[in-house]
């Protein structure tokens, strides 16, 4: 896409110091080259009740930031796999070498050495196999002292530590290649100072676009906060953990919140919250996970992980079997009934159907299989969706041995009540979030993509890797607000408000592309 198909970004809110990063785990200054690095972790893309981490090709959920002392300006961006554990800049060249790495809680000590030219902004990661980097430290031109992890727990058992001190080499860190090096070292003492990562905004899971101009918006550490108009902060109501879901009553008065305290007691609770002043009123608690739907009407369900699904004010419970992160998550937007995944087979993961439930007569109703190709048999996935048109489109992934293939991330359109598939849309990473304004389908990706699709046929319109100066975000929730406004949470906590395009100058873009 050229710069004029670029959906222009009008306001960035909840921006901030070293806001790319996340939560800031370590700093190193530089006076030489007048730099100051950052590496922080936005965390893993998961709730108890949802999970968009999939993808075909490597995750990176973690950072590093390299700033210019005098104005913090953000100058280069490094996406790593593994928590950053040390930085240390080079004494004479324009380098700044990365470590990372974490032990994978089951057997091995995985993650890499990275330098990054401050000049090219090239990032390179240097060993040949995947090791744990903990401490690094120049001791001059050509030498990087480094303490490593050994590869699993069997070395961890044989040398009574899981730490290696070890010395690299490199007649010119500028120029050296990728994989190329294969390191040796001498068992030492492991690192014994944890990190104390310093708490900020991070993981955006739910905004909402009012129609008076104001923004709503979930995340970690906050189960709700009110932005104006023009982009101030007017209340927010603090969460001992994450801000999960957010349910805007049609009148537009009131909104239900649901927090999650993390997988430290993985407990819930369910408000609603006053949008003229932020004032709460407590609904349920739960010693579990639970997880929100909500239909046009504004009736409300609450689905446990374990038990019967609630439905308020009516209090009827159905039981819908186990739900779990990955299979179950169905949120669908302006639906025109409380519908849920529920499996039919064996197991709660297994057959699942699209069904519907009815609190009057307190009764579920089979509509259709999530699997609309019975001739594939796939495993399929939950995932967000949005009611247009008498149908549902909505998100989903086939499930793989080796992971998350690509072209096994889809979106369809299903006609409404009975599944038919009307078209397929494929894609090689897991969708965040789906929204439309008219017809069109604004769907985002974690791999930072936003890509916009005609209801009415599946074709796509337009797409867009987000950035916020001139940096990758990632989006993670999404709201459409008729007839121009686009409002999009990411993974580093801030909130984008884009103006959209129109679907007929979409349609002029496309055809001028072909």
């Known amino acids: 896409m050229t710069d004029s198909e670029v959906l222009p970004v009008q306001q960035v809110l909840g ?10 785990r370590l700093t190193e200054a530089d006076s030489r080259t007048g730099y100051v690095a950052v590496g922080g972790a936005l965390g893993r893309p998961l709730w108890a009740g949802h999970s968009v981490e999939s993808s075909s090709g490597p995750t990176a959920w973690n950072r590093v930031g390299v700033y210019r002392a005098g104005t913090l300006e953000c100058v280069h961006l490094v996406r790593l796999h593994w928590p950053v554990n ?3 800049f080079h004494p004479e060249l324009p380098i700044l070498a990365i470590g990372s790495g974490s032990y994978d809680g089951g057997y091995f000590y995985e993650g890499e050495l990275t330098v990054l030219d401050l000049e090219s902004g090239r990032a390179t990661s240097l060993l040949k196999d995947r090791r744990e980097v903990t401490e690094l430290r120049w001791r001059d031109r050509h030498t ?15 040398l009574d530590t899981s730490a290696l001190a070890v010395a690299i080499t490199v007649p010119d860190w500028r120029v050296v290649k990728s994989r190329s090096l294969q390191i040796n070292g001498v068992a030492v003492a492991p690192t014994a100072t944890p990190f104390a990562p310093e708490k900020r905004r991070r993981q ?3 905004v909402a676009a009012l129609s008076d101009g104001r923004i709503l918006a979930s995340l970690d550490r906050v189960a709700v906060e009110c932005w104006s108009a023009t982009g101030e902060r007017e209340w927010s109501v603090p969460a001992s953990g994450v801000g999960c879901q957010l349910y805007v009553d049609p009148a537009e008065n009131t909104a239900v919140l649901n927090t999650w305290t993390g997988w430290t007691g993985s407990a819930s609770t369910v408000e609603r919250v006053r949008l003229a002043d932020g004032h709460v009123e407590p609904l349920r608690a739960f010693d579990r996970p639970a997880v929100v739907v909500t239909d046009e009407t504004g009736q409300l369900a609450i689905r446990l992980e374990t038990g019967p699904t609630e439905v308020l004010p009516s209090e009827s419970r159905v039981e819908l079997g186990r739900y779990d992160l990955f299979n179950h998550f169905f949120d669908i937007r302006r639906a025109p009934a409380l519908v849920f995944l529920q499996g039919m087979g064996q197991k709660a993961h297994q057959d699942k159907w699209v069904v519907a439930f009815d609190p009057a007569r307190r009764r579920t109703e089979r509509l259709f299989p999530l699997e609309w190709d ?4 796939r495993h399929l996935f939950g995932g967000p969706g949005v009611f247009v048109d008498g149908s ?3 998100a989903t992934a086939v499930h793989n041995g080796a992971g998350l293939l690509p072209g096994n991330s889809c979106v369809v359109r299903r006609s409404y009540p009975d599944g038919k ?9 897991q969708v965040t979030a789906i929204d439309t304004i008219g017809y069109t389908v604004y769907v985002t990706f974690n791999s930072g993509e936003l890509v916009a699709l005609d209801a009415a046929d599946g074709r796509e319109l337009g797409r867009q890797h987000l950035q916020v100066n001139g940096h990758p975000v990632v989006p993670l929730s999404l709201s459409a607000r008729s007839p121009d406004r686009l409002v ?3 993974l580093d906590g801030r909130v984008l408000v884009c103006e959209t395009a129109t679907r007929e100058s979409y349609a002029t873009r496309a055809a001028t592309a072909q």
């Open 15 to 24: 921006d901030g110091q070293f806001a790319e990063v996340g939560e800031v």
């Open 86 to 88: 040390a930085l240390a």
């Open 144 to 158: 990087l002292d480094a303490k490593i992890s050994v590869p699993t727990e069997d070395d961890e058992e044989e």
């Open 204 to 206: 955006v899971w739910a």
């Open 374 to 377: 019975p001739a594939q048999g």
């Open 392 to 394: 549902i489109v909505h």
């Open 421 to 429: 598939a009307q078209w397929v849309f494929t894609a090689d990473h």
């Open 488 to 490: 999009i949470g990411t």
